[in-house]
């Protein structure tokens, strides 16, 4: 199985703040990455699909970038909507694997 | 709009076989590129993928719980059926229905269901 490792595993920013999550996989998977945020009690939410592309819906601010094994989630200016739990998943081969999860929270 | 949904029972003995129905509307399982998966997520891990089978009848499950595992779908009907035998504990979780294609890999969800397995 591909194994895909985010960090950091929490993250503390502000209002405003640009932020980045790091997501590297154990082998290449071209550009099979999706990102996905989820609240508490919530189905998690796609917001990036092929590293880079945005969900319809999606707000701007998110953005994706990489390829290989080495890909990164940025948020360019942080909302109060945005503090949750973020995962990234390759979907390279089955099983699709998701990364342990950032939480991002108020500093 | 694609929607999908899971139902099932929230309470599972030891041993018994779970059985989970998604019901979908929005779209076919019959359309070219299309598939429906089951994810779960036991309480504050990450999402873990168990099985995927898509328009053509091809399916895939995790090596791990291969064994216990079998997916149907009923095209016409417009659901999907996971089958999940021997339970433990430890496979207590949020189990999830999502829809894929061929650019994505979850892009809609079910709201999900809880199922606990204690005796």
């Known amino acids: 199985d591909i194994r895909m490792t985010q960090s950091p595993s929490t993250l503390s920013a502000s209002i405003g703040d640009r932020v980045t999550i790091t997501c590297r996989a154990s082998q290449n998977i071209d550009y099979w990455l999706a990102w996905y945020q989820q609240k508490p009690g919530r189905a998690p939410k796609l917001l990036i699909y092929?590293?880079?592309y945005l969900q319809n819906g999606v707000p701007s601010r998110f953005g994706g970038s990489g390829s290989g094994t080495q890909f990164t989630l940025t948020i360019s200016s942080l909302q109060a909507d945005d503090f949750a739990t973020y995962y990234c998943q390759q979907y390279s081969s089955f099983p699709f694997t998701f990364g342990q999860g950032t939480k991002l929270d108020i500093k | 709009q694609i929607t999908l949904r899971e139902s099932g029972p929230r309470l599972v003995r030891p041993t018994q076989t779970l059985t989970l129905t998604c019901s979908f509307s929005?779209?076919?399982?019959?359309?070219?590129?299309?598939?429906v998966g089951w994810i779960r997520q036991p309480p504050r891990r990450a999402p873990e993928w168990l099985a995927l089978i898509y328009w053509d009848d091809d399916v895939r499950y995790t090596s791990s719980l291969k064994n216990r595992l079998t997916i149907t779908k009923y095209t016409s009907r417009n659901q999907v059926v996971l089958k999940m035998t021997n339970m433990a504990p430890v496979d207590t979780a949020t189990y999830f229905c999502?829809?894929?294609?061929?650019?994505?890999?979850?892009?809609?969800w079910g709201q999900g269901t809880l199922v606990s397995v204690s005796s």
């Open positions: 999502v829809h894929t294609s061929t650019s994505t890999a979850g892009d809609i």
């Open positions: 929005g779209f076919s399982l019959g359309t070219p590129g299309v598939g």
């Open positions: 092929k590293e880079s």
